[in-house]
Every structure is written in structure tokens, then in C-alpha cells.
């Protein structure tokens, strides 16, 4: 990590520290939405125009390494740092009636879509959406293929060919990934465009059968906001 990694401080909402190692890795605390200090909408903005603004904090944040609001670091994992885009527009992903102890950010956040949105497999994705991933680590330590939730970003934008281009952290910041479900196996086309990024590091020890792109280990995606 860079001596002076790069910081980028969110307006509008007081977030919480949380422990949190990794995207997935251990259950995290609930915490009641009253620890979360949102600032006051006026005049409830379109669906549109929060869609937009979802978009436009989540692009602030590329390339940051340290994530804070209101002087307070916020977990910096690909659960916390979406969590983080949807706070500033008066959207706690965390807060559900759903009670489960073992429950990682990305459980939680999936808990929240069930009851206040809508889990889905396409074709229609927006800007703004969620997308969920499975197996992108070994979250339960026994080497096999069975480890759901443990990755989410948002999306930023639909190319022409159908590439979906979503920010998250996977590795060291927060990045632009693609990843196309026509071509899920495909990395890269003859002509160097890249179709689906590895989220998913390989290791020597993996199966055959286990994926590392982005389309092969997508497993739907979730919409928050009206269409």
C-alpha cells in the first residue's frame, strides 16, 4: 500500500466503523439504522436521478484506498464500500427485519434486496444495480465450490455489446471490473477487449471445473430502485 494511499471522504452520512477482513470473510454486527446520520432530503428525488447519483459516488471512489465520512473510516471491502455508495443517498443496504448472526456484508446486503427490492438474472440491468457473486473465494476453508455471496459491486454502465461494467473492490482499491454472460469464459477478445475481468485469484490446488471470471461466477443481480 502506497504511504499516502489515496482518501476520498463521502458528504451526507456518518458511517460506522466496522471490522471487517476481506469481501466476505467473518459475520459482521448489525448495526441499527440510528447510528447512521443522513442528511435531509428536501424533495424525494426520481429514481432516475438517484440512479445517477448512485453512479456518480461510486466513480469518486476508483482508485481510493481508504474511504471515509464525516472523518470515519468506513470498512473497506466490497460489502462496505457499496454500503458506502448507497448511504449517500439515504440507503442503509445493512437494515433489514431478517435476523442472522452469521451473516457477512454481502449476506446482509442480500437480506436487504430480498425485502426492499428485487433479486434477478437479467436481461435488463441498469445503472445503479447490484451484482452478486459466488465463489469468488474459498469463504469455508474446504477447497470446494461452495461458498454463495461473496462479492457485490454496482453497476456503472451497459456497453453496446452487452459488457456490464461494475466498480468494486476485489483487490488492493476500488476498480472498474467488466463482465459479459454471453461469453462468461472468455477474458479477452482477439482483438484485446476485455469481456470479463478475474475475480477470482487461481490457485495451483483449484478444480477444473472452478471459474475465475467475472460472467462464471455471477449468480444475479439486484435492483433497488423502481424502473
Known amino acids: 500500500m502506497s504511504a499516502n494511499p489515496r482518501r476520498l471522504t463521502l458528504i451526507g452520512t456518518t458511517v460506522v466503523i466496522l471490522t471487517l477482513v476481506g469481501c466476505a470473510s467473518t459475520p459482521v454486527a448489525r448495526v441499527p439504522a440510528s447510528r447512521f446520520e443522513v442528511t435531509p432530503v428536501q424533495k424525494s428525488p426520481s429514481a432516475t436521478a438517484t440512479r445517477t447519483g448512485i453512479v456518480?459516488?461510486?466513480t469518486k471512489l476508483l482508485g481510493a484506498r481508504l474511504i471515509e465520512s464525516n472523518g470515519r473510516r468506513v470498512a473497506y471491502d466490497c460489502a462496505g464500500v457499496?454500503?458506502?455508495?448507497?448511504?449517500?443517498?439515504?440507503?442503509d443496504l445493512y437494515n433489514s427485519s431478517t435476523t442472522d448472526r452469521?451473516?457477512?456484508?454481502?449476506?446482509?446486503?442480500?437480506?436487504?434486496?430480498?425485502?426492499?427490492?428485487?433479486?434477478?438474472?437479467?436481461?435488463?440491468?441498469q445503472p445503479g444495480d447490484l451484482v452478486f457473486f459466488d465463489n469468488t473465494w474459498?469463504?469455508?476453508?474446504?477447497?470446494?465450490l461452495n461458498d454463495p455471496l461473496t462479492h457485490v459491486g454496482v453497476v456503472e454502465r451497459i456497453e453496446p455489446d452487452g459488457t456490464v461494467v461494475f466498480i468494486?473492490?476485489?483487490a488492493e482499491a476500488v476498480e472498474r471490473y467488466r463482465m459479459n454472460l454471453g461469453l462468461p469464459h472468455v477474458h479477452k477478445t482477439a482483438d484485446g477487449r476485455i469481456l470479463n475481468d478475474y475475480i477470482r485469484r487461481k490457485r495451483?490446488?483449484?478444480p477444473e471445473e472452478m471459474g475465475h471470471l467475472a460472467g462464471e461466477l455471477f449468480t444475479?443481480?439486484?435492483?433497488?430502485?423502481?424502473?
Open 56 to 58: 456518480h459516488t461510486a
Open 82 to 91: 457499496t454500503r458506502a455508495i448507497y448511504l449517500e443517498h439515504g440507503i
Open 102 to 125: 452469521r451473516a457477512n456484508g454481502v449476506r446482509l446486503i442480500y437480506n436487504h434486496m430480498r425485502q426492499h427490492g428485487r433479486l434477478h438474472q437479467g436481461p435488463t440491468v
Open 138 to 144: 474459498d469463504f469455508n476453508g474446504d477447497g470446494m
Open 168 to 170: 468494486s473492490r476485489v
Open 204 to 206: 495451483q490446488t483449484d
Open 220 to 227: 444475479f443481480y439486484g435492483t433497488r430502485l423502481p424502473q
